[in-house]
């Protein structure tokens, strides 16, 4: 997003999805995403879903 310059709020609504709910994915508060969602996000975004996100082990 800070490459993009884009907020959260303007991410939230080019995606359509609630800002809180996309503040819980950058804070890594969640356990499972739509692939609908991500790749909405990855649209906007115009990167890849392995850009946006980790994986951690046993978490």
């Not at 392995?50 to 978490?59: R, S």
């Amino acid at each position: 997003m800070a490459d993009r310059k884009m907020s959260l709020k303007e991410l939230s609504e080019k995606v359509g999805v609630a800002n809180v709910n996309l503040s819980k994915m950058k804070t890594g508060k969640i356990s499972a995403i739509r692939f609908s969602t991500l790749e909405a996000i990855c649209e906007v975004l115009d990167c890849q879903p392995g850009d946006i996100l980790e994986y951690k082990k046993g978490e």
